[in-house]
């Protein structure tokens, strides 16, 4: 494994097979039957609606694929070359994507709910696990053997683990949300590790003395740092969406409403990155909903799933939100350039369109996004 990373950043591997996670068009999928499935999202076809094909696949016959549902499916930050999966057979797996074998494998004592690789690190190769027990584990992929896994973890968890995310603006900066109500921010260069509880009360005193020091009133199973990495976003089974100044730990008090969450599991939800107002999209039953992240205001709903969505992510390079559901489908969403009149806002309610799967959707009237207006002129025009 150390061989393998040193070849890439010292040049030895050919740059022209691989490039930058976020730039690419490629997608990564991880199923509930242990399968991993490699798509390339190019629309050859030039059509508004299209159907992407799935490249390769780490099917039921491969002798490494995972035995049960797979959680968690990153790229390796810096190109596509790498990639890693987490699985219930607790198992935390490196991929050579060319060869679609494993370069390394870490085996874990308990099921493994998420992992995150740092998308800002130069310093570290260290991936972050939560699992069924109480502590946070890194692994360091430069060290290429399982027994290099941190074990010196951060004991300060009562519960089980369901989420984890480095922060997109210090390498060193993790969270971690637990089912024991609470979220904390560590700093791992440091021997004590933890920095902030966050506190929903921001340290006043609580009528309930069980939702002291606790972030939700339930089981936290999301996070999510905004782009620029000064907020925290996290999600309860309290039914309840929280945004925290990762900095101070405030609990900004932004009123989402009722943020329904039914996810017995780790619910993975995404921001926006590159627009004008910032958006939160949610896995809301069988749709998605569509928040501003500092307003609290809910925008829209999703609709195109037949069944509850697990997972959304966003593609800031491409401003493109994908979305995948216990229907079996992974559906591309993207900004609509034209909106429904008044009268059809019952066939087509949302601002955001599937340019996957409808494309039989019936053809309406509609008038051009008011957000899209090109406010420029050119220079023949001005004659």
């Keep these: 494994m150390l061989g393998f990373l040193s070849a890439r950043q010292a040049g030895l591997e050919d740059p022209r097979r691989f490039r930058r996670a976020e730039s690419t068009r490629s997608m990564l999928s991880g199923g509930s039957d242990g399968v991993i499935v490699l798509y390339d999202l190019e629309n050859s076809s030039r059509q508004p609606y299209y159907t992407c094909k799935a490249v390769c696949s780490v099917g039921r016959n491969h002798p490494d694929v995972h035995k049960y549902s797979v959680e968690t499916v990153q790229w390796y930050p810096h190109d596509t070359g790498m990639f890693t999966s987490s699985s219930f057979d607790k198992t935390l797996k490196v991929w050579d994507t060319n060869t679609l074998q494993t370069a390394d494998v870490f085996n874990f004592e308990e099921t493994v709910y998420s992992h995150h690789m740092s998308p800002v690190a130069t310093k570290h190769c260290l991936v972050a696990v939560g699992t069924r027990g109480p502590k946070v584990q890194l692994c360091d992929l430069k060290s290429g053997s399982c027994s290099h896994i941190l074990q010196v973890v951060f004991a300060g968890h009562k519960q089980e683990i369901l989420a984890v995310s480095w922060s997109p603006r210090y390498d060193h900066i993790l969270a971690t949300a637990s089912a024991d109500s609470r979220v904390k921010l560590w700093d ?20 309930a003395a069980e939702s002291a020091n606790t972030a939700h009133n339930g089981k936290v199973n999301g996070l999510c740092f905004t782009s620029d990495g000064l907020h925290l976003l996290t999600v309860g089974t309290d039914n309840r969406m929280r945004l925290w100044n990762s900095s101070s730990g405030e609990n900004t008090l932004v009123n989402y409403g009722k943020v329904c969450n039914n996810s017995k599991k780790g619910l993975k939800f995404t921001v926006s990155c590159g627009c004008s107002s910032e958006f939160v999209f949610v896995p809301y039953g069988s749709t998605i909903a569509v928040y501003t992240v500092y307003s609290g205001e809910q925008i829209t709903m999703l609709k195109g799933h037949y069944k509850s969505v697990d997972c959304c992510v966003f593609q800031s390079n491409f401003q493109e939100l994908y979305s995948g559901s216990r229907d079996c489908n992974i559906l591309a969403w993207v900004p609509s350039l034209y909106e429904p009149l008044p009268e059809e806002d019952e066939l087509i309610p949302e601002s955001y369109r599937n340019t996957l799967s ?15 207006e090109d406010a420029w002129s050119s220079s023949d025009e001005e004659g």
Excluded at 188 to 207: H, M, W
Excluded at 363 to 368: A, D, H, V
Aim: some cysteine.
């Design 188 to 207: 791992v260069r440091r021997a004590s590790g933890c920095l902030i509880t966050l506190d929903q009360n921001n340290g006043e005193k609580s009528q």
């Design 358 to 372: 409808n494309s039989s959707m019936t053809k309406t009237k509609s008038r051009l996004n008011p957000a899209f």
